[in-house]
C-alpha cells in the first residue's frame, strides 16, 4: 500500500532529524498545522487555498517535489474540501431559508393582528350602536316646556379713540384693507400686554412676512392702499419683498427706509 500524504511529510521531516516546532519555525506556519498535514486531517486545517500554501512550503523546506505533493494533495483532500462547501452552501441555504420563514410569519402576525384589532373596533361600534337603539326615550310634552325669553339686542362695542383698525381676535395682525393713504400713521399707543405695536401701509404691492415674538412667522401680500398692523411684547421680526414700496410705523413713529423699490430685505428686528 503506497504512503498517505502525512506519513510522506513525517518521514520527511523525520529524515533530516527536524521537530514539528523547528519545521514550523522554519516555514512560519503554526505547528498543530503541520500536525494536520501529517496526520491528514484537514478538518483542522483552514480553507483549501491556505491548506495547499501550507502544504507546498512544508514540502519545500523538505526537499520534496512540490508539484507531486500538490497532486497527491489534490487527490487526498479534494474531496474532503469538496465535501466541506457543499456543506457549507447547504447551511447558508438553511439559514436563509429560515431567515424568509420567519419574516413570513412575522408578516402573517402582523396582518392577524391588524385584522383582529378592526373586528373589535367594529363590533364596539355596532354594541354602541345598538344600545342607543335600545335605550328609552320618554317624550317630553311640548306644553311642558317654557318659551325661553327673548335675548336683549347686544350692542357692538366700539373701537378705542385713536385705534385705526378693527381687533381680529383669530389673527396675528390687524388689516384695513382699500385704504385711502389720508389717515396718519402717528398717535398709536401700545398698551401694557403688547409693548410693540407695528403698522406697514402699502405703497405698491409688496409682499410682507413678520413674525411677533416666539410665533410662527405670518405672512401677508398687500396691494396699494392696504396696511396691517402687528402687536409683539417682547420682538418684532419683518421681512419685505419690496422695501422701497411699503411705509413702516413702530409705535407710531415711522422707520427707515429700508431699501429702494424692489429691493427684499430680511429680518429687520424691532425690541421695546
Known sequence: MSESLGECFQKAREAKGLTLEEAAARTRILPQYLKAVEDNNYAKLP??????????????????????????????????????????????????????????????????????????VLMGRDRDRSEQKLAPQEPVPVASLPAPPPEPPRAEPAAPPGDLFPRSGSGQSEVERNFSGVLPLEGVIPDDK????????ALERCWVKVQADHTPGQEVMLNPGERNRWK?????????????????????????????????????????
Open 47 to 120: 480553507d483549501e487555498v491556505f491548506a495547499k500554501g501550507f502544504v507546498r512550503s512544508y514540502a519545500r523546506i523538505l526537499g520534496l517535489d512540490e508539484a507531486t505533493i500538490i497532486r497527491q494533495f489534490d487527490e487526498s483532500g479534494g474531496e474532503f474540501y469538496a465535501k466541506r462547501n457543499e456543506r457549507e452552501s447547504l447551511k447558508q441555504k438553511l439559514e436563509e431559508e429560515e431567515r424568509r420563514k420567519k419574516v413570513n410569519r412575522n408578516i402573517v402576525v402582523g396582518m392577524v393582528s391588524a385584522a383582529l384589532l378592526i373586528l373589535f
Open 232 to 272: 409683539a411684547q417682547e420682538r418684532l421680526t419683518l421681512t419685505l419683498g419690496n422695501a422701497g414700496g411699503v411705509r413702516v410705523s413702530l409705535n407710531g413713529k415711522l422707520q427707515g427706509p429700508f431699501g429702494g423699490r424692489g429691493k427684499v430685505v430680511r429680518e429687520i428686528v424691532f425690541t421695546p
Open 194 to 201: 403688547k409693548k410693540l405695536v407695528l403698522d406697514v401701509e
